[in-house]
C-alpha cells in the first residue's frame, strides 16, 4: 500500500520548458519535504512545507517553486529547467505521534531528464 | 552547509563479512538516522537514534551514536548480496532533514 506516491516516475522536458512534479500522501503528516538528489550524491533538502507554511532552503535557485493546495498534495514546479536540473526529485513526509515526530516517509522519487 | 560526512565513501567486502560506515555531524540534534538507497530507488528507513541513545540494535544492523563526538556508526553483520546499497545517514536538527554524503556498500557474493 503505497503511502508517499510521486508522479510520474519519469518525466522528460525540454530546456526551459516548465514541468510540474506531483506528491501525494495518504500518512495525513503535517510536513512534506521535496528533496534533488543527482547522480552519486547525497539527497538535497530543497523545501519543505510544515502544514501550509513554506520553507525555502537558503541556497535553493528561484527558479524551484513549490505548492502544496491541502494535506495530501504538494507539486514541485520547476520554471525555466535547465540541463544542470537533471536528477532525481524525491518527495517525503514525516509527522508527530503523541507529540513525537517520527521518521521520514519517502516516495520512489521522479527521475527528471532535461534535453 | 548542514549536511554531514560519512566514511568511507565506498565499501566492498564478500558476502558474511561485518561492514562498518561512519557518520560524523555539525549541529546539535534531536535524533539521527539512517536510511538504504537501492540504485535509482527511494530511500528506506533503516534505524532511528535517539540523542539521549548511546547503542541501538535491529536485527543485523547495530547504531552507535556519540553527541559529544557528533558522530554515529553503521554495523552489518553477516552481510549479504542483497545488502548492496548507499547507506546513508540524517541529522535532525529540528524537523528538517539534512543528509551525509552517503557510504555505498557493495557486497560480493
Known amino acids: 500500500d503505497a503511502m508517499v506516491i510521486q508522479n510520474p516516475r519519469y518525466q522528460v522536458t525540454q530546456f526551459g520548458k516548465p514541468v510540474t512534479l506531483s506528491c501525494s500522501q495518504t500518512l495525513n503528516h503535517n510536513v512534506m519535504y521535496w528533496y534533488q538528489q543527482k547522480s552519486s550524491q547525497a539527497p538535497k533538502l530543497l523545501f519543505h512545507y510544515y502544514d501550509k507554511d513554506f520553507n525555502n532552503e537558503a541556497d535553493t535557485p528561484d527558479n524551484f517553486q513549490s505548492r502544496r493546495p491541502n494535506t495530501s498534495f504538494c507539486f514541485l514546479d520547476i520554471r525555466s529547467p535547465g540541463l544542470g536540473d537533471a536528477a532525481m526529485y524525491l518527495c517525503?513526509?514525516?509527522?508527530?505521534?503523541?507529540?513525537?515526530?517520527?521518521?521520514?516517509?519517502f516516495g520512489p522519487g521522479t527521475r527528471l531528464l532535461v534535453l | 552547509s548542514q549536511q554531514g560526512e560519512e566514511d568511507p565513501q565506498a565499501l566492498s567486502i564478500q558476502e558474511g563479512e561485518n561492514a562498518t560506515m561512519n557518520c560524523s555531524y555539525k549541529?546539535?540534534?534531536?535524533?539521527l538516522q539512517w536510511y538504504r538507497q537501492n540504485s535509482g530507488r527511494g530511500l528506506v528507513h533503516l534505524i532511528l537514534i535517539r540523542s539521549n541513545e548511546r547503542e541501538k540494535h535491529s536485527g543485523r544492523l547495530r547504531v552507535t551514536l556519540d553527541t559529544s563526538k557528533k558522530s554515529s556508526s553503521l554495523l552489518i553483520t553477516a552481510s549479504r548480496a542483497a545488502d548492496t546499497a548507499s547507506y546513508f545517514c540524517a541529522t535532525a536538527p529540528s524537523y528538517q532533514f539534512y543528509f551525509g554524503t552517503g557510504t555505498s556498500l557493495t557486497v560480493i557474493p
Open positions: 517525503a513526509t514525516r509527522g508527530a505521534r503523541d507529540r513525537v515526530w517520527e521518521t521520514q516517509y
Open positions: 549541529t546539535s540534534i534531536n535524533n
